[in-house]
Structure formats: structure tokens, C-alpha cells
């Protein structure tokens, strides 16, 4: 026998962890810290631990405290404390200082790298006995008698065609008691559960903004280490929600990103491009003088909050982390939330593992609501729909009631939509012209992804599929002209043919950093994100 025939070798563990992030390795390391015989495995599609890590960062220190008391942030690298803090309004010309919101506060924080924390995380986690493999994507969910019973690493070795190549090595079965989803946002067998076991009824759907992000070395002079700052306004509309952060980490580099939410209206709107203008402003552009970008790279998170949590146990699993959807976004932070609650899946696993074994894990979100997790998200979650329903303006006023009046308790909660409904068709738009380039201060896409070390086997079955070939010209072109094509930060989507009458959606999966944007904000959801070969994506540098 040959190709995906041939039977599945198998290991088997206490415990499987998806993902080697902060959720992931915190829960791998609590588990080896209660009881150092539980076998625990964690499987990461990155070509090492941190190497599809992108983060701001700014790391509330809260969870990493309670997990390893003697941790010195400080001394990981390129972390420091968080000192000047700044909050801006931009317009066109202008830019002017406004008060820092309570939950922006970052005395006692630390700016770091979060690819290096998750480094740090990842060696402490095997030296306590835990056994990584970086470089396997983990590509169907094991469920047997209704029960997830483990997971699947991809096949290796399947060429273009969806035949096996003389490469060919059938994917690893890793079968637990026990599995632990950790796979970051949106996480594609994360999308699965939600669908297999109905996790979202009666919640809220998940709502997204994408974050782009360049690492920059500057001069010594320009370097301010533990500067915090952030910005609202231009170049956004008062209806577009988002903002840019740009943060001074050691060892003389910058981290400048834009988070803009999903829920934008416009399908001319390009994330990128706009990423791109906001740092030819004439505030902004000093503290790029002298500067060299050196990383790029861009990741979906979510938005949804506390009312969109879905349920997070059941039968041989869990959901934490950003899979589940616990980013604090007033704060903007969910590294500390990422930890926390995988350390509390942790706890409950290691008590059934001790105990009953039962087959959902009720006392995990029990855990999760008795803790201090559950309050921190629950007190501010009005203010980020606020911003979708009362605009920029409404939505501050919003935030200030909330914050200082109601004090995160009143008496109704706002409610999120799904982002690939709020697209207006292109006739109802008005398009967008974006400056071009300089390759200086400010870049096309290719050129970016060239910088963010991404890549995939090229001969591989494309891991963005379509439901239906046909609807991406009947109807992402024809009446959205296409919004994957800017909506993508990387140039996986291209119309090739529309000037002799004939689109075709041409499909660069090679480009493609992972940012899962295209798998949320198609209008039809027709686009489909699957785990390519392990190791392919991008490879993030520590900084990013």
C-alpha cells in the first residue's frame, strides 16, 4: 500500500496540546508542574516554537507571575518595562494628545517579543518533560463514539494533483485522553469543533480586526526602550474602527503595527495600504527617520469578547486561548488572558486525570468563571461594540461611560454581528486610491511577505480552497469586485483577465502568512483556510 491508504503509526499520551502559544505551553507547563508523569505532547504547524508567533506586544505580567514566580521578563530577550505611555487622535494634518484610558495603563507591563516569550515558554516547558514537535501541522481531529480522542498530523509528501508524491509520509496519529486546542485565532480545527459539537449556540458570533505589523531597527538616538504608544484617527473614517500601536523594545527595535476590525463596510478598503499611508503623517513619520525594516508579518485576532465566548468543553477537549477567544481588547492584550486560562484547563485535566476521566471537562469553565479572567472581560465587554454601533465618536463616549460611570456593569450588553456581512456592494462604494509606494517608509505587499521568511513546499495542494470556484466571480467580483484581493496582506488573491472580459480568481497560496483574514471576512464564507505542510508560513524572527 501506498499514499494516504497506508494506516497511521500512533502515539499516545495523557494529554495533547494544538499550538505552541502562550495558551498551549502555559497549560503544558502547569500540567508537568502538578503531576510530573502526565505524558504531554504539543504539536506546533510552525517551522519552530515562535516562528508563526506575532504579537504587539505589550505583556501584562499577571499569569506569567503565577506560573513561574522566579520568571525574570526583563531578562528574555528584548523585553523591557513598559515606561512613556501616549494615546493620539490623528487627523489628516494634525495630531493631538489625548488622556490614556485606565485600561491602557502599562506601569508595571513589560513591552517584549512575543515569539521570545513563547521561546522562553516553549524550553521551560521541555525542561519539565514535555515533548514538542515543531513542524507538524495538526490536520483532522481524532473522534471516535463522539468523542475527540487525539489528533492527525498532516500528510507530508502530496503534490498539487492530491496524489502522493516519492516524498510521501503519511501524518502521525497522536491520541489522548485529553486534547487541548490551542491553535490561536481562528484556528481551522477549532472551526471544525465549533460545527461538530454546536460550541456557539446562543452566543454571539466571533467578531476579528487584523493587526499588521513591521519590525524596524532604529538609530540608538531615536531609541526610546518601553515607549507605549498609541493612536486613533486618521487615516481611518469615523465608522472604521482600529488604530496603530507602536511599541520600543531592546536592543534598539521598534515594533509599529494597525489593527483595523473586520467589520469594515467599504470593499475597496484596503488594511494593508492603509497600514502603509498612516506612517507617512507628519507626526509619525520622525520616529521612522534613519529607521530600517528588517520583519513583516500580520495575524487575525478576535474582537468578539466576553459575549462571544463560546462553549469551551467538550467531550475529550477544550478550547483555550485565543481559539476561544479571551483578548481583553480595551486593554489591548491577550497574552495574559492566553496563559491564564490554559493554566486553568490544566487544573481541571489533571483532577480528572486523577480521578473520573470524565468526557467533558465541566469543571473547566467553572474554573474559568470563578477566576479572575471571567470579570476582567465581562466588565468591558460594551466597549468594543459600542465602536461598531455608535461609530468612532459614539463609540468613545461609549467607552467613557462604561469605564467611569457604569464601571463595566450595566444592566444590558451590546451585541456583535459576523464580519462578512457588513461588506456594501462595490456600486454602493466609493473607491480608494492609495499612494504608491516609496520602498523607504513605505512598501507593497510582495516585498513584505519577501521579509517575513514565508514559505511552502510549491508542490502542494493549495491550503485555500473554495466551496465553489464559480461564487468568487459571480459573487466576490461581480458585485464586490473582489475585497480578498485587498483585504489579503500578502497578495494571495489576484483577478487576472477582467480587461478582456474573462475574471479568474488566480490563487498565490505560496504568499500566504497565515493571518486567517480571508477564511473570516469572505462575504459567502466560500474561502476555506486549511493547514498546509507542516513548517510552511511564515518564519517570524524574535522581535515579532
Not at 32 to 56: F, R
Not at 150 to 175: C, N, S, V, Y
Not at 505 to 529: E, F, G, R, Y
Request: with cysteine.
Amino acid at each position: 500500500m501506498s499514499g494516504p491508504d497506508v494506516a497511521r503509526e500512533a502515539m499516545e499520551f495523557d494529554v495533547v496540546v494544538v499550538g505552541a502559544g502562550p495558551a498551549g505551553l502555559s497549560a503544558a507547563i502547569r500540567l508537568k508542574q502538578l503531576n510530573p508523569d502526565i505524558s504531554v505532547c504539543v504539536v506546533e504547524k510552525g517551522s519552530e516554537v515562535g516562528a508563526h508567533i506575532l504579537s504587539g506586544c505589550v505583556l501584562e505580567p499577571r499569569a506569567m507571575t503565577e506560573l513561574l514566580p522566579d520568571a525574570d521578563i526583563a531578562a528574555i530577550d528584548g523585553s523591557v518595562p513598559a515606561g512613556d505611555d501616549r494615546f493620539l487622535f490623528l487627523t489628516k494634518t494634525a495630531s493631538f494628545a489625548l488622556p490614556t484610558p485606565p485600561q491602557m495603563n502599562n506601569h508595571g507591563n513589560y513591552v517584549v517579543s512575543l515569539g521570545n516569550i513563547v521561546r522562553f515558554l516553549g524550553a521551560t516547558a521541555e525542561q519539565l518533560g514535555v515533548e514538542i514537535y515543531p513542524g507538524f501541522a495538526a490536520a483532522e481531529v481524532l473522534i471516535e463514539a463522539d468523542r475527540v480522542v487525539g489528533i492527525a498530523t498532516g500528510d507530508m509528501g502530496i503534490g498539487k494533483d492530491g496524489a502522493p508524491t516519492d516524498q510521501f509520509q503519511r501524518g502521525m496519529a497522536l491520541r489522548a485522553t485529553y486534547t487541548i486546542f490551542a491553535e490561536g485565532c481562528r484556528g481551522s480545527l477549532g472551526k471544525q469543533l465549533m460545527q461538530q459539537y454546536d460550541l456557539r449556540a446562543g452566543i454571539d458570533p466571533q467578531s476579528y480586526g487584523i493587526g499588521i505589523k513591521e519590525l524596524w531597527e532604529v538609530p540608538a538616538a531615536h531609541h526610546h526602550p518601553g515607549l507605549v504608544m498609541h493612536s486613533i484617527g486618521w487615516p481611518l473614517d469615523a465608522r472604521t474602527y482600529g488604530g496603530s500601536f507602536l511599541y520600543h523594545l531592546g536592543g534598539n527595535l521598534m515594533a509599529y503595527g494597525f489593527v483595523i476590525g473586520l467589520d469594515y463596510q467599504n470593499p475597496f478598503f484596503s488594511p494593508f495600504e492603509e497600514m502603509q499611508r498612516f506612517k507617512t503623517h507628519r507626526t509619525i513619520r520622525p520616529f521612522f527617520e534613519g529607521a530600517k525594516r528588517i520583519a513583516y508579518g500580520a495575524r487575525a485576532l478576535n474582537e468578539g469578547g466576553f459575549q462571544s465566548i463560546p462553549k469551551l468543553a467538550f467531550p475529550g477537549g477544550v478550547l483555550v486561548g485565543c481559539e476561544a477567544g479571551f483578548l481583553n481588547v480595551p486593554k489591548i492584550k491577550g497574552t495574559h488572558t492566553a496563559m491564564k486560562s490554559g493554566m486553568l484547563a490544566a487544573e481541571a485535566i489533571a483532577e480528572a486525570l486523577a480521578g473520573q476521566r470524565p468526557a467533558t471537562l465541566e469543571s473547566f469553565p467553572a474554573k474559568i468563571r470563578a477566576s479572575w479572567l471571567w470579570p476582567e472581560l465581562q466588565s468591558v465587554r460594551n466597549i468594543r461594540p459600542g465602536f461598531a454601533k455608535f461609530g468612532m465618536w459614539g463609540g468613545l463616549m461609549n467607552a467613557a461611560f462604561e469605564t467611569y460611570l457604569a464601571r463595566g456593569k450595566s444592566p444590558w450588553t451590546l451585541h456583535n454581528r459576523a464580519d462578512n456581512t457588513t461588506l456594501k456592494p462595490a456600486a454602493q462604494a466609493t473607491a480608494i486610491a492609495y499612494p504608491k509606494p516609496d520602498g523607504t517608509l513605505t512598501f507593497d505587499r510582495l516585498s513584505s511577505v519577501f521579509v517575513s521568511n514565508t514559505n511552502h513546499v510549491e508542490n502542494q495542494p493549495v491550503h485555500l480552497t473554495l466551496h465553489d470556484p464559480a461564487v468568487a466571480i459571480t459573487v466576490n467580483w461581480d458585485i464586490y469586485r473582489s475585497p480578498e484581493t485587498r483585504y489579503c496582506p500578502a497578495g494571495v488573491y489576484e483577478i487576472i483577465g477582467a480587461e478582456q472580459g474573462a475574471p479568474k480568481l488566480q490563487i498565490n497560496a505560496q504568499n500566504c502568512v497565515h493571518c486567517k483574514t480571508c477564511d473570516i471576512k469572505d462575504p459567502t464564507q466560500n474561502i476555506n483556510w486549511v493547514t498546509p505542510e507542516g513548517g510552511g508560513g511564515p518564519n517570524y524572527p524574535g522581535g515579532m
